[in-house]
């Protein structure tokens, strides 16, 4: 079984257009996914599942699904070969198999390995289990006013309390000529990728094992395998099978654990790939919020105290919950300066759907919060939306409520000024229904149509932050091949649609001064590279393979010196050259038969961790901001939107591949339209009820507007090419922006725009347009 390396084509440099490698056959669908792997051989993994939210397990019988003729294997947590639990950030909490309860629906049971798919599904119903059903545990904020009695896990209920606290609550609000306040609430967000869960293992003839998997992280991954299998690293090696989306979703294990124990048991390759319905219970979402924003400020808009509480969902397991929590509050007044601040963000355990990493990672739930609280405050002083915003933004030299102090700041008044002056959409044709709220379905022909306008702010820390060893490692190979230099890049780094393996080769173009590159599979072969998450790569493995290539190309220029070529100071176009320019002997004369390889780690400035008293510490590395404009016509009689436009600015540093950056922006702000109108996981009593891409909506092309885009290059001198990540933050403002233009409708129409939830349902919107009752 091999995973082919990726030629990258020949040309396309740092700050290029270069094409990207995996481009082609994506689109001809050629690429071959995780769920497309298979071997002579090899058998089906299945998974039963917990139907309830919350039961104990009085007893399982195995014995009528090993009946099952084609049944090989049935396993039970009493199988796990070592550690029974497992988890991310150092907290394993997460049964392998439950082991006598389950605390959430859909936590996996046991396992079945069959020679056909469908005859695992009918060992998994045969398997007969006895419930003891209890009464589960679903309201964080009930569990926060008791986390003793309403304990889900031996944990406890809160997974983390982190303060954060600034000046004089009191002095602030003496000095308060307008007070605003708001009750906001964040739905359950899927990443909702295409490829589901999915890969391969196959034992090894060492004992162990070759793992070809979907995932975020491959040295995490292994992390977590190794013990729970009881094999020694070294002999678990993963391979990064192909990745059909992530948004974090991928961090957390999902079956990579389940097919190793199965592939151990049996001794044959073991292949699993969930179902959507099954992917909804296999992965992390995004946390659920509740959160309480009071405001305080002159009567000139400038702000003097926040007191904020945010109450953040786990869920049933820590996962990223703790990280997420720590983000929530170091970011829960946005790029805003406010010097009097009161923070309190929780993260809590329940018996609902297990929350972890994704896009935006705590930002996006405080970003919906504090952005409508600026609307708030705009409205209570009478002063324009944007000029209340400019008013209060930071800039170089100013703290963060963390007390962080940014030494280069993305010019967060400049950026909303030139959104402001891009022209608006001109009013829609109402005699093309196309184009109107309800589109086809014929809704409306123009009555009841408004128009309204909105703005949002996003800043999101990028790399990961508090403290954190982050790293990545990066081999670079150099040699002579078929007459011609060539350069190999091998990382760990995970390509989940990003162009991460584009932006590697344009790096080793750059460096090296070739024009041939080729990517080696992504696998623990090589050092860490870390999590394909954060907007971290193309920073941090971005970083590992420019210092890897420079190290190969000064190794290089010192051979030529010593062979006499004195002057040697750089390779141009295959060519060593001194510093002037001139060309002293091609490459292949100075390499011959002969290679050049180099490692190299590379690792950001370091950080600390939040004060756990104060909140106050240097907990990111990098902040990136991104301003968005929106303009939607609202249906206000029957609640229907039509985002008409969704222009944005953003600070990205350097531009490294112009469309990958775009393709992004774009992407990261269709994400957050989702999240405004449409996208949420329905959970009652603990059950998910729309586990499907018919129930669960994501936006199509229909859904998605016009995004005029201003791309700004203010360098960050302390990372490398100046470029500051870029993949998260347009995620933050889109959705406050589309929801503020909701409500801007909704006034327009004589209601009171009063929308404080999302998803924005249709009957929130007839509410707040005063067309009826919700």
């Known amino acids: 079984m091999s995973i082919t390396r990726l ?52 007893r399982i019988d195995t014995a009528p699904a090993l009946a099952v003729p084609g049944v090989h294997a049935v396993l039970t947590h009493e199988d796990v070969p070592g550690r029974k639990v497992y988890g991310l950030d150092h907290t394993a909490d997460q049964p392998v198999l439950a082991i006598g309860e389950v605390r959430h629906q859909g936590e996996p049971v046991a396992l079945v390995a069959a020679d056909h798919p469908e005859i695992a599904r009918r060992a998994l119903a045969a398997i007969a289990v006895d419930w003891e059903v209890l009464e589960p545990i679903t309201d964080p904020v009930a569990v926060l006013a008791d986390p003793e009695n309403l304990r889900v896990q031996p944990l406890g209920g809160v997974v983390r309390h982190q303060p954060v606290r600034a000046g004089d609550l009191a002095v602030g609000r003496a000095l308060a000529e307008v007070v605003v306040a708001g009750d906001y609430e964040v739905g359950m967000q899927d990443q909702a990728f295409l490829g589901p869960e999915a890969g391969l293992v196959v034992p090894g003839e060492d004992g162990g094992l070759d793992c070809y998997v979907a995932t975020q992280w491959l040295h995490n991954d292994l992390a977590q395998i190794a013990p729970c299998l009881n094999l020694p690293p070294e002999r678990i090696r993963l391979t990064l099978a192909g990745v059909g989306g992530a948004f974090g979703g991928r961090e957390d294990l999902s079956m990579q654990i389940h097919a190793g124990m199965l592939a151990l048991r049996t001794g044959r390759p ?22 309480r924003y009071e405001f305080g400020a002159t009567r000139a808009g400038r702000l003097v105290y926040a007191k904020v509480t945010i109450v953040l969902d786990g869920g ?5 919950t703790r990280n997420v929590t720590g983000n929530a509050a170091s970011l829960a007044l946005g790029p805003y300066d406010v ?120 800043i999101k820390n990028i ?14 190979r150099l040699e002579i091949v078929g007459g011609e230099p060539a350069a190999l890049v091998h990382t760990a ?108 780690e590379f690792r950001h400035r370091p950080t600390t961790p939040l004060d756990p008293v104060t909140g106050q510490g240097e907990s990111h590395v990098q902040l990136a901001v991104c301003v968005h404009r929106a303009v939607v016509d609202v249906d206000t009689e029957l609640g229907l939107v039509k985002v008409v436009a969704l222009d944005a600015v953003q600070d990205v540093g350097r531009i490294m591949n112009r469309p990958a950056l775009e393709g992004q922006i774009h992407g990261g702000a269709v994400q957050g339209l989702g999240l405004a109108v449409m996208e949420e996981i329905q959970v009652t009593g603990g059950r998910v009820r729309n586990p499907s891409f018919t129930d669960y909506l994501i936006p199509t092309v229909l859904d998605t507007p016009a995004q005029r885009l201003e791309i700004l290059e203010n360098p960050d001198p302390r990372a490398p090419y100046g470029l500051r990540g870029a993949g998260e933050p347009p995620t933050l403002s889109a959705t406050p922006a589309i929801v503020a233009a909701i409500r801007a409708a909704c006034r327009a129409a004589g209601g009171s725009g009063e929308l404080t939830r999302v998803p924005v349902r249709p009957q929130d919107i007839i509410a707040a347009a005063g067309c009826g009752h919700a």
């Not at 690429?31 to 599942?49: C, E, K, N, Q």
């Not at 179902?275 to 919020?289: I, K, T, W």
């Not at 829609?428 to 408004?450: C, F, K, W, Y």
């Not at 004195?566 to 091609?586: D, Y």
């Open 463 to 476: 790399c990961f932050s508090e403290g954190f060893d982050d790293y990545s490692t990066a081999r670079v």
């Open 493 to 600: 780094a995970a390509e989940v649609g990003q162009g991460l393996i584009t932006v590697e080769a344009q790096i080793a173009r750059t460096e090296l001064g070739i024009e041939r590159v080729a990517i080696h599979p992504a696998d623990t072969g090589v050092g860490d590279a870390g999590s394909s998450s954060a907007s971290r790569q193309t920073y941090m493995t971005g970083g590992a393979v420019r210092a890897a290539c420079v190290a190969v190309r000064e190794r290089v220029v010192a051979l030529a010196a010593a062979q006499g070529y004195h002057g040697a100071a750089n390779i141009v176009g295959g060519k060593v050259v001194s510093r002037t320019g001139a060309v002293l002997v091609a490459l292949a004369d100075v390499l011959g038969g002969a290679a050049v390889e180099e490692t190299r």
């Open 270 to 291: 073991i292949k699993m790939v969930y179902n959507r319905a099954e992917s909804f219970f296999g992965h992390v979402h995004r946390h659920p919020a509740r959160l």
């Open 7 to 58: 030629l990258a084509p020949g040309t396309g440099g740092v700050g290029e257009s270069a094409s990207r490698p995996d481009g082609a056959p994506k689109v001809k669908g050629e690429f071959a996914y995780a769920s497309d792997l298979r071997v002579d051989g090899m058998l089906w993994g299945a998974t039963l599942r917990s139907p309830h939210p919350r039961a104990r397990i009085a």
């Open 316 to 320: 049933a397991y820590t996962s990223a």
């Open 339 to 458: 010097p009097h601040v009161e923070i309190d963000a929780y993260g809590v355990y329940t018996n609902n759907p297990p929350c972890g990493a994704m896009r935006g990672f705590g930002a996006v739930q405080a970003c919906f919060a504090y952005e409508s609280m600026m609307d708030e405050l705009a409205a209570a002083v009478g002063v324009d939306p944007v000029a209340v915003r400019q008013l209060n933004a930071v800039t170089r030299g100013s703290r963060l409520v963390t007390g962080q102090v940014l030494h280069a700041p993305t010019p967060v008044r400049d950026m909303l000024g030139r959104l402001r002056a891009m022209p608006l959409p001109e009013t829609l044709d109402h005699n093309d229904i196309r184009d109107l709220p309800g589109g086809v379905s014929q809704a409306t022909h123009g009555e009841g149509v408004m128009r309204g306008v909105g703005y949002g702010v996003g």
